[in-house]
Antibody, heavy 121, light 107 residues
Framework: EVQLVDSGGGLVQPGGSLRLSCAAS????????MNWVRQAPGKGLEWVSH????????YYADSVKGRFTISRDNAKNSLYLQMNSLRAGDTAVYFC??????????????WGQGTLVTVSS | EIVLTQSPDFQSVTPKEKVTITCRAS??????LHWYQQKPDQSPKLLIK???QSISGVPSRFSGSGSGTDFTLTINSLEAEDAAAYYC?????????FGQGTKVEIK
């Protein structure tokens, strides 16, 4: 069974840093691209960042570019999101999501349970 | 950036009624459009992929249609357990984007 377990959220002051983790199990982690998607309280879903299966290709939403860094450790079946220079607008539940690709295209097929990041003084 | 606009934002529906949610893309995305269901305090769950393809384990009352810029999610004979927010999502062009969501409430 595919499982993604998000952790690392918490309360942080504006300008602070936080590192999120996503522990994967039930599939060959190193064969899949992974992503982070966030959801501000009471709001919709926003894609944040992507990393290819090897870690060689990364993409970021403009709203986090230069402040967030996505990484992975395939030996540990783990995905990370280093968040620096945090702002109130980064307050959200952060979900890791597996990106499944086939000949038809790609999509997010499995999601973690989410971890809440609150940026406030 | 491709903007996805869903309508309506909110729908209050009686059990067994039919629900139709639309998603319009700001430019053509072929069939790279997927639908997710999110219940309160849960993560999104994939309902329909590539506009109209069903997902194993998802009840057959959920169906999707459309291509290009106009897409529809249909829930035939709504059940109480279908109370949730529904999101469309395009995976064809970076940045990948989501619709603003449609909340379905059971009367």
């Amino acid at each position: 069974e595919v499982q993604l377990v998000d952790s690392g959220g918490g309360l942080v002051q504006p300008g602070g840093s936080l590192r999120l983790s996503c522990a994967a199990s039930g599939f060959t982690f190193g064969s899949y691209d992974m992503n982070w998607v966030r959801q501000a309280p009471g709001k919709g879903l926003e894609w944040v960042s992507h990393i290819s299966y090897s870690g060689g290709t990364v993409y970021y939403a403009d709203s986090v570019k230069g402040r967030f860094t996505i990484s992975r450790d395939n030996a540990k079946n783990s995905l990370y999101l280093q968040m620096n220079s945090l702002r109130a607008g980064d307050t959200a539940v952060y979900f890791c999501a597996r990106r499944y690709c086939s000949s038809t295209g790609c999509l997010f097929d499995y999601w973690g349970q989410g971890t809440l990041v609150t940026v406030s003084s | 950036e491709i903007v996805l606009t869903q309508s309506p934002d909110f729908q209050s529906v009686t059990p067994k009624e039919k629900v139709t949610i639309t998603c319009r893309a700001s430019q053509s995305i072929g069939s790279s459009l997927h639908w997710y269901q999110q219940k309160p305090d849960q993560s999104p769950k994939l309902l329909i992929k590539y506009a109209s393809q069903s997902i194993s384990g998802v009840p057959s009352r959920f169906s999707g249609s459309g291509s290009g810029t106009d897409f529809t999610l249909t829930i035939n004979s709504l059940e109480a357990e279908d109370a949730a927010a529904y999101y469309c999502h395009q995976s064809g062009s970076l940045p990948w984007t989501f619709g603003q969501g449609t909340k379905v409430e059971i009367k």
